[in-house]
């Protein structure tokens, strides 16, 4: 298997207007995939298609060689999609380690009957469910804060228990929306090596960002879109020098775009 | 011990000692309030913990108590036999009737179930197949027998009601503790960063449903043990609304938030009989006054429900 996954001329249509149009995409595993523009080019759009969120009107989606196209999003966490969200959508009201709890649902092997008779099997999962949560929290340095409610946290604790619950479902691709966005400096050079050693567990991670200098530094490959189309594809050092990408950013009105990206 | 297992354990023992000291209108009063708290804390498994809006709730309250009526006096089953019947009978009404709608958001799904409740109160006031007994609904059920003991005294039903609210809280319990019961958690506080870690969203809703409808159902068939009689207007929609406040007005997920909600609306109408018929104009005030003042409730529930070896020292931080 060369490819994580595979977007093949995928477009979407939202009332007629083109959201994404024609775009193939692969990554490899332990990849880390760039995937950059101006806003409202359809990057998220692009992701909810890959994530099941969306079912995109033509082209395919394969994950590990399998077709996803159109399938719901349980399923295609189920198989090894995992996500974070541009907007952190963390359970605010219960806590950390309830939280990365979330992502190991889908390795939890306790049925129906358990959540009403505790047996010595559910015992003997619930335990190997919560060592796993507290390998996480150790990992992402979060052990401090296991019962702290997520929706007290600062935003970079709030990213870092998002992607420490992604994963807790030991995922194959993992797809990051903008990781990076309102957090400070050390913050984010903290993320870039905690993405870093993820990548390094032969997971194919593709992610959305707007701190260029993040991009450059960290992705293997980048895919540029604007209004849904690809203008560009390469490494970071050739996508960066490619007159279409650098009419596109200015043409766009950069400097507005960066401050949408920043006030969020 | 946590502060919740206290309240619990002293709740319980309460409740354990009050035959002891209660007349027989206590009694009644105090059976009736175990009852609608078993109700109440199965609608919180769907309300306060899945956070479907369910609106129908009495309707499988009602199909337990009719199945105990309907198998005891048309088909002479013991009374004991029916309540097997009253489970599943609930858990596949609550199934079949919440499976097409799962889909639907909070509010359309609300509008669906008092539709629901409605068409249910119809068809036992136009006594289907001759079974349901009409407007009047259906008397002369048996005594309960258990090893050919008859248990017809009030403190005997009294405690069966009592073991029926130690079963459901000790299930609600083990499914908080559980793969399920988080789910539940996961899907009503954002449903689609629960569908992104891959938990089947209209599955573990569904689970809820069949789940909190048989413990009603089997509260149901304790409520036409106790009467002795079963009729319409103990499962209309006035009453779904009863226990859909419970829980909103009391805490969702909130062991002594239910409690206190369903004290409110259940008993203290029954102790202050001379105001009965102005009741429902005092609630509606408070619950109003609730919603502002507190709109998580009057107990809200609190997280951090975690093993102990993951809980930070003290003084760490």
Known sequence: MEYVLEIKNVSKFFSGLVAIDDLTINVKPGQIYGIIGPNGAGKTTLFNCVTGIYAPEKGSIKYKGKDITGMPPHKIAQMGVLRTFQNIRLFKEMSVAENIMAGYHTKSKQKWYHSIIHNSFYKKDELESWKKVEELMNFFDLSDLATTPTGDLSYGKQRKVEMARALAASPELLILDEPAAGLNENETIELTKIIKSISEMNIGIMMIEHDMDMVMNLTDYITVINFGKEISQGVPSFVQDDPRVIEAYIGSDDENDKEDANGK | ?317
């Open chain 2, 1 to 317: 011990m946590n502060n919740k297992t206290t309240i619990t354990i002293a709740f319980l023992a309460i409740m354990a000692f009050l035959p002891l000291l209660a007349d027989s209108a206590w009694l009644s009063i105090g059976i009736t309030f175990l009852v609608f708290a078993v109700v109440a804390f199965s609608q919180d498994i769907i309300l306060g913990r899945a956070g479907v809006f369910n609106m129908g709730h009495a309707i499988f309250f009602g199909i337990g108590a009719y199945t105990t009526a309907i198998l005891n006096v048309h088909f002479g089953l013991e009374i004991i036999y029916t309540i097997p019947f009253a489970i599943i009978f609930s858990a596949i009404i609550a199934v079949l009737l919440a499976g097409p709608i799962i889909h639907l958001k909070g509010d359309y799904f609300l509008v669906a179930t008092i539709g629901f409740n409605i068409i249910f109160e119809q068809v036992l006031s136009n006594d289907i197949f001759g079974l349901t007994g009409g407007p009047n609904g259906i008397f002369g059920i048996d005594v309960i027998r258990i090893f050919g003991y008859e248990l017809f005294s009030d403190t005997a039903i009294y405690y069966i009601a009592f073991g029926l609210l130690i079963i459901t809280l000790f299930i609600i319990r083990n499914l908080d503790n559980s793969k399920y019961g988080r789910a539940l958690y996961y899907i009503n506080k954002d449903e689609i960063a629960a569908k992104s870690m891959g938990i089947n969203v209209p599955y573990y809703k569904l689970f809820a449903f069949a789940l909190g409808a048989s413990i009603a159902g089997v509260a149901g068939s304790v409520f036409a043990i106790q009467y002795s009689a079963v009729s319409p207007e103990s499962f209309n929609f006035m009453q779904s609304v009863m226990f859909f406040a419970i829980v909103l007005v009391g805490g969702s997920a909130s062991l002594p938030g239910v409690i206190i909600g369903t004290f409110v609306m259940f008993v203290l109408p029954e102790l202050f009989t001379e105001f009965k018929e102005s009741r429902y104009l005092i609630f509606g005030a408070a619950m109003v006054l609730t919603m502002i003042l507190r709109p998580n409730g009057v107990w809200p529930v609190t997280f951090g429900n975690i093993p102990k070896f993951l809980r930070p020292k003290k003084g760490a931080k």
